[in-house]
């Protein structure tokens, strides 16, 4: 048992001496306390970039008390409703990405983005396209003399309708000269199902975020055929779209918003706590460690670059029929 | 040989006093959680990630484990004792479970659950050992269209809790299946019958629906009888221990359930719930006494209890094998893994040796610990129902509107708890069974997702079910289970 308490001593020794080392000068215009609204489960996207940014405002003090609270549904609309319509007793902030941008326009929700104010934009993950290493279709341009071909003989498994994946698998079709609505797209719930829809053969590709297939097109049970991003992934031989001559770079992002109620103050100390996260090491090395990639952008871009993608995936999910 | 000499160095691991230590807060936390409602394995695992970050990885997953196996026990108690079922895979306990812990046979329902648990934990432990990846392998050959057949196998479960009335009992199926609609359609990502309830988007949660009609529902029920009729319940009747009649019918369905529930939670879709039906059907088939089931058959809580733990081994091997994860816990696990920069995949038993066989050697040891811990338990558990019945009754209700809440924070999920628990209490009232309604609503959205994958990747070619061996055998013992029990009784008829 003296391990036990010795090792439990040590996390709380860490925690007190990680408090203790908040930087005095910042001490007035510091937030107290911030609580973090994730929009889905826990262990989803958007709960695992709350829990990391939780982290690093902890370890460096900047907002030494951060609570994470998940309110799942609806791709994340009941939790943006909630968000926006409650009266939070202390500041809060909500994680927002791709998905969510979707699944508004898709549940066509009375709450939208612009009912939020942007505070960044955080991170980003790029979609792969995959086939069973035994597949008959070697690079991208065999998929796209696939579909060209008979797009209902492709059958795509991927994430849910407004989601990345599928935005994505639209968008692609379109730029290679296919109907959107012509493709053939059936949708999983996650990327644990996808990857055994492909890896058993039933899909011909698989279409989620690269990390999803990382260790099976690492030990040579998939290929990847083309990454979304406009960079290849750092250490990954495998092409951007752009470099296999698809004009397209879809990224799936996620960032976090504050609610339009709390003070002026508090919004700005809220991002003067992030700016300083995103430029941190302990931030590095949680993108580091989860495979993602840095796509910091401050309030006002991330508030321009939040109303252009509504527009595009309004129009990309128009094209595929959805709306 | 090799797997041995691995496995024994993953009880070197193991048994070190730290990481016992830790398994042992892992199996008692875990038992906590699957006792309250609404609070699950996986939330706790996630709300335990950020304080594990010190520590060392294999300390860290051999906890976790302790918290999973641990839940799936504790799940059993609430089910038998209360009528409330915690999570979606100890519904089917509940059914006699219940009627057992109202006899004065609470004890032993919980015994044969702590026991049946032990012994399916222990043989799926031992399959993960050494058949995992071959397992895994198998698995995968599983397509949509299989999928659907083992659903429709499933389904055919409602056969054997119909009840007396066949309109009554179909009345029921068709509501769980209507209740089954609520919600985003998936593969069109259509809203179906929300009523413009944003909170209705995910559809209605089974916990609370099973909750609503068994434990409200129930509850109101007996208060509304009380002054009439005093049905008179018992804390414990007679001995606390099992007979040697309750070994006697308990081995065989414990057995059985292991052998449904590991494969069919090592399937990427598979589920705990499904295995928890189907043992539930085998063993009123099987069984000389199926009139008891429904009234407190032993059988009925030792098979489902074994293949919910079995499956929750199973869960494990898509995991470890291929870093699939397919349950909410075993996501956050692989969440887990990658916190540490473990990337489980193909190659996690070749490069994490350690980690690997230590997180198998803690689950042997934390399923000891579990049964250790749970055995003496029962006898406690049941003063439960010793409580004076107002009491009693007062906190069943307080206690499954606060799971109700906990299960998604929203304030929904308790006015359709209630509202459910009314129509359940209805339900009682003109004696229309409960659990084929159950039965519907888990496993009609399922079906219908594969049925249209199926048909999706098909391009709407309906002889996918046929064409392909896997489904058209499930699909042929299906039909031969809805059939023969028909022949057999037009035959015995003079």
Redesign the interface.
């Known amino acids: 048992m003296t391990t036990i308490t010795r090792r439990a001593f040590a996390v709380l020794m860490a925690g007190a001496i990680s408090l203790a080392a908040i930087p005095a000068a910042q001490a007035e215009e510091m937030l107290p306390s911030l609580e973090l609204l994730a929009p889905s489960s826990p262990c989803s996207g958007y709960d695992q970039l709350a829990r990391a940014v939780q982290g690093v405002l902890q370890a460096r003090g900047t907002i030494p008390a951060v609570e994470v609270t998940n309110v799942a549904g609806g791709g994340g609309t009941v939790g943006l409703s909630q968000f926006v319509t409650s009266r939070p007793r202390k500041t809060s902030a909500l994680i927002v990405g791709f998905a969510l941008v979707g699944g508004v326009l898709t549940t066509q929700s009375a709450v939208t983005l612009e009912n939020v104010t942007p505070v960044a934009r955080l991170m980003g993950d790029v979609d792969a396209i995959v086939v069973p290493a035994n597949s008959d279709i070697q690079t991208l341009d065999d998929l796209i003399a696939k579909l060209k071909e008979a797009p209902g003989d492709v059958s795509w498994a991927g994430g849910s309708i407004g989601g990345v994946d599928h935005v994505t698998a639209g968008l692609f079709a379109k730029t290679v000269g296919v109907d959107p609505t012509a493709i053939n797209y059936v949708v999983h719930a996650g990327g644990g199902e996808v990857l055994a829809s492909v890896l058993g053969g039933h899909a011909t590709v698989g279409i989620s975020g690269y990390e999803e297939f990382r260790a099976q097109v690492e030990a040579g049970d998939l290929r990847a055929l083309a990454v979304s991003g406009a960079e290849r992934i750092e250490g990954v031989d495998v092409p951007t779209f752009t470099e296999a001559g698809v004009d397209l770079v879809v990224q799936n992002w996620r960032g976090i918003v504050a609610n339009p109620k709390a003070k002026e103050a508090d919004i700005e100390a809220l991002n003067a706590a992030i700016a300083d996260m995103a430029t941190s090491p302990e931030w590095a090395d949680a993108l580091k460690t989860r495979g993602w990639i840095d796509s910091y952008q401050p309030a006002e871009e991330f508030g321009t670059f939040l109303n252009d993608e509504t527009t595009r995936i309004g129009q990309a999910l128009k094209d595929a029929g959805v709306l | 040989m090799e797997t041995m000499n691995a496995l024994l160095h993953g009880f070197s691991v193991a048994t ?3 990481n016992l ?2 398994c042992f ?1 892992g199996v008692v936390l875990g038992t906590a959680i699957g006792v309250l409602p609404g609070i699950g394995p ?2 706790t ?3 335990l ?3 594990t ?3 060392e990885p294999a300390s860290a997953f051999i906890m976790f484990a302790g918290i999973y196996y641990g839940a799936m026990y504790g799940g059993s108690t609430t089910s038998i004792l209360l009528n409330t079922p915690g999570e979606s895979a100890s519904i089917v306990t509940a059914l006699d479970g219940h009627a057992m812990a109202r006899k004065g046979r609470g004890a032993q329902a919980l015994a044969t659950a702590a026991i049946g648990s032990f012994v399916a934990g222990t043989i799926a432990t031992a399959a993960l050992t050494f058949v995992a990846p071959l397992m895994v392998k198998l698995a ?5 269209a299989d999928y659907f057949a083992l659903m429709v196998l499933a389904l055919t479960t409602v056969t054997a809790v119909l009840g007396n009335s066949l309109s009554r009992g179909l009345a029921s199926l068709l509501f769980g299946l209507a209740l089954g609609l609520v919600g ?1 359609d ?6 179906r019958f929300t009523l413009g309830i ?2 209705l ?2 559809g209605i949660d089974v916990v609370v629906v099973a909750v609503g009609l068994f434990a409200v529902g129930e509850t109101l029920y007996t208060l509304a009888r009380h002054r009439y009729e005093n049905e008179e319940i018992y804390a414990l009747n007679g001995s606390k221990w099992m007979s040697r009649e309750d070994w006697r019918r308990s081995w065989k369905p414990w057995l059985r359930g292991t052998a449904l529930g590991f494969p069919i939670g090592a399937l ?2 598979g589920g705990s719930e499904i295995p928890t039906f189907l043992s539930y059907l085998t063993e009123k088939r099987l069984s000389k006494h199926p009139e008891e089931f429904g009234n407190g058959a032993i059988e009925a809580v030792a098979g489902p209890e074994a293949a919910n733990n079995a499956s929750a081994a199973g869960v494990l091997a ?1 995991l470890l094998a ?5 349950s ?1 816990t ?3 696990m ?2 887990a893994f ?2 540490y ?1 473990i ?5 996690l038993f070749d490069k994490e040796p350690e980690l690997v066989w230590g997180l198998i050697a803690s689950l042997y040891i934390g399923n000891l610990m579990l049964l250790v811990l749970n055995l003496p338990l029962a006898g406690v558990w049941v003063k439960i129902l010793a409580v004076p019945r107002p009491w009693l009754y007062a906190g069943i209700l307080l206690f499954a509107t606060m799971g109700a809440y906990t299960l ?3 304030i929904t999920d308790v006015v359709l708890l209630w509202i459910i628990g009314i129509i359940g209490f209805g339900m009682r009232c003109y004696d229309i069974p409960i659990a084929p309604c159950i039965v519907g609503l888990i496993l009609g959205p399922l079906a219908e ?1 594969q049925f249209r ?1 199926a048909l ?2 098909s ?1 709407g070619d309906a002889t996918v079910f046929f064409t392909q061996p896997l489904s058209l055998s499930l699909l042929i013992v299906a039909a031969l289970l809805v059939v023969l029990p028909m022949i057999l009784r037009q035959r015995s008829k003079p």
């Open positions: 070190t006093i730290g230590g830790w807060l996986a939330l695992v996630a709300l990630l950020p304080v970050y010190g520590m995968l050959l599983f397509g949509p985003i998936l593969q069109t990502g259509q809203a944003p909170e988007l995910d990427p879709a898509p291929l870093g699939l994860p397919t909410a075993a996501a956050i692989l969440a990658q916190q920069g990337q489980p995949g193909p190659t998604n924070n929203n997702q994958r999706t990747i391009q």
